[in-house]
């Protein structure tokens, strides 16, 4: 009897350790808060705006997408998405970015690399893109994504979980 116990209560700390993961804990649906771009040159600049608009998805199968957006994208004035102006298309483009594809998460390195399957930005479309878990909490998750498309340096993002 006491040999079941010793079996059980280890495959319970086993279970325990592999629900504290990070793969596991960033599975589920998240809040886009800010991104904080650190150019070369040690400027800060924020492409989504200061109080952007966003959701992030981990599923537990490994699929992801993220969509990040300005609270202040301009709405097509013709309300026709397919009928806008060279200037409505430029700013929207400009302040929004939608990716999804697969990830892995690398427990040893703290890392989530995000494979890319398709992206507003078509140039992402294959590529694999690595950020660092800076921290991950039940609540909070917050990234480094060291290299910003176009060379423009370094991004920091934060996302707080759905309740």
Do not use: C
């Not at 537990?60 to 806008?84: C, W, Y």
């Not at 102006?85 to 427990?107: N, Q």
Request: charged share 25%; aromatic share 8%; no cysteine.
């Amino acid at each position: 009897m006491k040999t079941l116990q010793v079996v059980l209560a280890a495959l319970a700390l086993t279970n325990a350790a592999a629900a504290q993961t990070l793969r596991n804990q960033l599975v589920g649906t998240w809040d886009f808060v800010v991104a904080e771009v650190t150019s070369p040159d040690g400027k800060r600049s924020y492409p989504f705006g200061e109080s952007p608009k966003g959701i992030l998805i981990f599923t537990s199968e490994g699929r992801f997408a993220q969509i990040h957006m300005a609270r202040d994208v301009p709405k097509i004035k013709s309300n026709n998405r397919l009928t806008g102006t060279a200037e409505e298309y430029k700013a929207i483009m400009r302040r929004s970015l939608s990716v999804f594809g697969t990830y892995t998460v690398d427990e040893a390195k703290k890392t989530v690399t995000y494979k890319i399957a398709s992206s507003t930005f078509p140039n992402w479309e294959g590529e694999e893109q690595t950020r660092t878990i800076d921290l991950l909490t039940a609540e909070e998750f917050r990234n480094t994504n060291p290299r910003v498309a176009g060379g423009r340096g370094s991004a920091l993002n934060l996302y707080r979980r759905v309740k």
